[in-house]
T-cell receptor
Framework: TQLLEQSPQFLSIQEGENLTVYCNSS?????LQWYRQEPGEGPVLLVT?????EVKKLKRLTFQFGDARKDSSLHITAAQPGDTGLYLC????????????FGKGTLLTVNP | KAGVTQTPRYLIKTRGQQVTLSCSPI?????VSWYQQTPGQGLQFLFE???????NKGNFPGRFSGRQFSNSRSEMNVSTLELGDSALYLC?????????????FGQGTRLTVV
């Protein structure tokens, strides 16, 4: 059973600050995805990373997949109140028939 | 292109009743997965259907069941509801099931059991 641990669980920062959230596992994943979920809504896919060491940028968001494909990070530069939400990482592994395994998420609050 | 549609959005049921939730995937997507989301446990996988066949199943009791129709629409059923079944139930559709799987979620059905 693959498990994904996300940290921190909660994060409250001021507008303009930078932050990094982490997603770690002892298992190897074929791909890893990041989602953002707002209250009362379903998660929305932000990015998919598939290659060890891969870095993807989406405006102020930078996603990195670890070399061993066991971990990932999400870095947000100059956070804005609109970045507030629950950030979820999810991994897919061939051993589990590519079923997505989700971390419990990081709840980010960006205060104006 | 329409997204994933889940109905109803909100539901209140009493203990012991049963409930059926519906999910219409993105057109062309053949894989539908169901998740239960609670504050304490996060997103927990219920089951996945692909071309009307259940391909994966999570660790939930037999009271939770599902099915998929030939048009890829899916339903999940929960019988003999318990208070602990109160949660946001999310459906996600995917085009394929491979290493590049990308799941697109509906808005969810908020089930409250009283």
């Amino acid at each position: 059973t693959q498990l994904l641990e996300q940290s921190p669980q909660f994060l409250s920062i001021q507008e303009g600050e930078n932050l990094t959230v982490y997603c770690n596992s002892s298992s190897v994943f074929s791909s890893l995805q990041w989602y953002r979920q707002e209250p009362g809504e379903g998660p929305v896919l932000l990015v998919t990373v598939v290659t060890g060491g891969e870095v993807k940028k989406l405006k102020r968001l930078t996603f990195q997949f670890g070399d061993a494909r066991k971990d990932s990070s999400l870095h947000i530069t100059a956070a804005q109140p609109g970045d507030t939400g629950l950030y979820l990482c999810a991994g897919a592994a061939r051993s589990s028939n590519y079923k997505l395994t989700f971390g419990k998420g990081t709840l980010l609050t960006v205060n104006p | 292109k329409a997204g994933v549609t889940q109905t109803p959005r909100y539901l209140i049921k009493t203990r012991g009743q049963q409930v059926t939730l519906s999910c219409s995937p993105i057109s062309g997507h053949r894989s539908v997965s169901w998740y239960q989301q609670t504050p304490g446990q996060g997103l927990q996988f219920l089951f996945e259907y692909f071309s009307e066949t259940q391909r994966n199943k999570g660790n939930f009791p037999g009271r939770f069941s599902g099915r998929q129709f030939s048009n890829s629409r899916s339903e999940m059923n929960v019988s003999t509801l318990e208070l602990g079944d109160s949660a946001l139930y999310l459906c996600a559709s995917s085009f394929l099931r491979d290493r590049n799987t990308e799941a697109f979620f509906g808005q969810g059905t908020r089930l409250t059991v009283v």
